[in-house]
């Protein structure tokens, strides 16, 4: 059995989009996912599973949420290896680091659309990225930032999930416990 993490985008925020913890996890169970655990209330899941297809556990809870709770939600399904290698890649200092947000990409961006927004710039709002992850820091806070995951998603034309350090810190440390 393999260890996976599922984010979900833009569920129980806003009283949008609502699904129970409790009801998304018996869902999953019972579409064969094991040992199925979410962590607070916006969208991170914790399972096992023998199918390797990562695309195919994107698809299976894409669709069982879609069928069950009738809205689409985007899945991003990874590995606690993997989710550790972004952790571990944030350009930031310690301290910039620890009040950061890592915004995860759900496909590699556009080379031209990343030049495009590199060359933006925000006074106290610094960001760097890559294939697999845009790294986020505002000396002012995220909620007063100029840059937010919707930015990124729309200058990027790409879907993204983003979670702060302290988020990341847990989902790493509850996958080493799976």
């Known amino acids: 059995m393999n260890t996976y993490i599922a984010l979900l985008r833009g569920i129980n925020v806003s009283g949008k989009h609502k699904i129970p913890m409790a009801e998304?996890?018996?869902?999953?169970?019972?579409?064969?996912?094991?040992?199925?655990?979410?962590?607070?209330?916006?969208?991170?899941?914790?399972?096992?599973?023998?199918?390797?297809?990562?695309?195919?556990?994107?698809?299976?809870?894409?669709?069982?949420?879609?069928?069950?709770?009738?809205?689409?939600?985007?899945?991003?399904?990874?590995?606690?290896?993997?989710?550790?290698?972004?952790?571990?890649?944030?350009?930031?200092?310690?301290?910039?680091?620890?009040?950061?947000?890592?915004?995860?990409?759900?496909?590699?961006?556009?080379?031209?659309?990343?030049?495009?927004?590199?060359?933006?710039?925000?006074s106290n709002e610094t960001f760097h990225i890559t294939n697999k992850a845009i790294y986020f820091y505002s000396s002012v806070g995220y909620g007063r930032a100029k840059c937010s995951n919707n930015f990124f998603e729309r200058k990027l034309k790409i879907t993204a999930t983003a979670r702060n350090y302290k988020t990341m810190v847990k989902l790493l440390s509850l996958s080493a416990d799976n």
């Open 24 to 122: 998304l996890s018996d869902l999953l169970s019972k579409e064969g996912l094991v040992n199925v655990q979410t962590y607070i209330q916006t969208g991170n899941v914790f399972f096992q599973s023998s199918e390797g297809a990562k695309a195919s556990l994107e698809t299976t809870i894409h669709n069982a949420i879609k069928s069950h709770f009738g809205f689409e939600v985007p899945v991003l399904v990874l590995t606690p290896k993997e989710l550790q290698y972004v952790f571990d890649s944030c350009p930031f200092l310690e301290e910039q680091k620890e009040k950061s947000y890592f915004m995860l990409l759900y496909s590699k961006p556009d080379e031209k659309l990343v030049e495009d927004v590199l060359k933006l710039s925000f």
